[in-house]
């Protein structure tokens, strides 16, 4: 298992940018593909983007295609999700979560989550 923890969250424009950190703990950091979820009150917890354990592939949902980026660098332990041309409708917690496999949208195939970041959009 891997120890996470997201930082970046907070209160931002319609229009602006934030950038999500999520730093990992442990050596094998390498073996996992990483995954940013979203959990908005009211609604279900949903998919956002995940990137390969080596950075190769990415997927995203096709809401923040376009908008996000997701990236890692193994050597720090780390995850970011860049968030640009923000809106109100991405108001949400942010969640980051390991998964010992390939790329899947489904919540189910992430073992390993860190605490969230709250991410406001005001209109």
């Known amino acids: 298992q891997v120890q996470l923890a997201e930082s970046g969250g907070g209160l931002v424009q319609a229009g602006g940018s934030l950038r999500l950190s999520c730093a990992a703990s442990g050596r094998t950091f390498n073996r996992y593909t990483m995954g940013w979820f979203r959990h908005a009150p009211g609604k279900e917890r949903e998919f956002v983007a995940a990137i390969s354990q080596s950075g190769g592939s990415t997927d995203y949902i096709d809401f923040v295609k376009g908008r996000f980026t997701i990236s890692r660098d193994n050597r720090k332990n780390t995850v970011w999700l860049q968030m640009n041309s923000l809106k109100p409708e991405d108001t949400a917690v942010y969640y980051c979560?390991?998964?010992?496999?390939?790329?899947?949208?489904?919540?189910?195939?992430?073992?390993?989550w860190g605490q969230g970041t709250q991410v406001i959009v005001s209109s």
């Open positions: 979560a390991a998964s010992p496999g390939a790329i899947f949208q489904s919540d189910r195939w992430y073992h390993d």
